[in-house]
């Protein structure tokens, strides 16, 4: 599973947003989907991508 639990987590979260007519707490947690996705994707590149531009950053930096 690696990071991806906190995907799970954030959507949990959202799903409970939701349904309980939290509608600004959602698009939050929209936001944070996002972000943990691209973050996630960029450890494994070895690159982090935030706004079109590359860090440099090596996985071992972070």
Same mark, same amino acid.
């Given at each position: 599973m690696g990071q991806d639990w906190i995907?799970?987590?954030l959507s949990d979260l959202r799903q409970f947003a939701r349904q309980n007519? $939290?509608?600004m707490l959602s698009a939050? $947690?929209?936001?944070? $989907?996002l972000t943990a996705a691209v973050e996630i994707a960029g450890r494994s590149e070895g690159t982090l991508a935030t706004e079109g531009i590359q860090t440099g950053l090596q996985s071992s930096d972070l």
């Open positions: 995907i799970h987590v007519e $939290l509608p939050q $947690l929209d936001e944070a $989907l």
